[in-house]
């Protein structure tokens, strides 16, 4: 980054109430280390005056010219309890609550017990079917190592990188998660079938059939079918 630059963002990131970012983090970045690295952006953690926050940084070399529109989006879905909750946001920065908690992949690994399991994940289901209501499809769910947060200490799932979401998109984003639970060939989804007992390919079959039906409807009681059966074949 050319000296210019570096001032002109200094001063942008201060006018949003940022005084200080932390080179602190689990990815490492040459001999710096951050919260999270994309391809068009950087997230750090960061200290504001109200608090400690999560700054996401547009890359210099970003094919986007803004994160304007992701701000919007992540104002969009705060009443809903499903993303980061935004403080801030300018063409070069968002800026939000400090999550204090890891990624998915990694919580699936470390997980404490298999009622902390279920109970994340209703809880994910819950939120990416108000978010198919609302009609905001995140679009990278199929993915999801890298896409979802769990707070450690709330034991809440939080969806982040809106920047790919799409606002009249006709897929959804509960079938796009539940395709990478059900479908083979993914050593995540592989383990988290197994750790949650529905590696049973009966089991898999018919919550197949009610994904199917779901993605016809999308109504509250294909969603209950879906939670319900879910549940109950993690029980029996």
């Known amino acids: 980054m ?11 990131l201060s006018m949003l109430g940022v005084h200080s970012l932390c080179l602190v983090g689990s990815v490492e970045l040459g001999s710096l280390r951050v919260i999270g690295k994309g391809t068009t952006s950087l997230v750090v953690k960061g200290l504001a005056r109200s608090g400690v926050v999560a700054v996401k940084i547009r890359r210099t070399d970003a094919n986007r010219v803004s994160l304007l529109r992701e701000a919007r989006i992540l104002e969009s879905v705060k009443e809903l309890g499903v993303g980061p ?8 920065f968002l800026v939000w609550d400090f999550i204090n908690g890891v ?10 017990s298999r009622e902390e399991l279920e109970t994340v994940l209703e809880k994910l289901l819950t939120k990416l079917f108000l978010l198919d209501q609302h009609g905001i499809v995140h679009a990278e769910l199929s993915q999801p190592s890298n896409h979802i947060l769990v707070d450690l200490e709330r034991l809440e799932p939080v969806l982040v990188d ?9 897929k959804s984003n509960l079938t796009q998660f539940m395709g990478f639970l059900v479908n083979k060939g993914n050593p995540l ?3 988290l079938r197994k750790s ?3 590696d049973d390919p009966l089991k898999i079959e018919n919550l197949k059939k009610l994904l199917k039906a779901y993605k016809l409807s999308r109504d509250s009681e294909s969603f209950r079918e879906i939670l319900d059966y879910f549940k109950a074949s993690i029980i029996t």
């Open 2 to 12: 050319d000296p210019e630059c570096a001032v002109q963002r200094a001063v942008e």
């Open 196 to 198: 949650l007992g529905l």
């Open 189 to 191: 989804s592989e383990k």
């Open 85 to 92: 909750r935004i403080r801030c946001a300018s063409r070069n």
């Open 103 to 112: 990624d998915f992949a990694e919580w699936v690994e470390k997980v404490a």
């Open 162 to 170: 809106f920047e790919s979401a799409s606002l009249d998109s006709q």
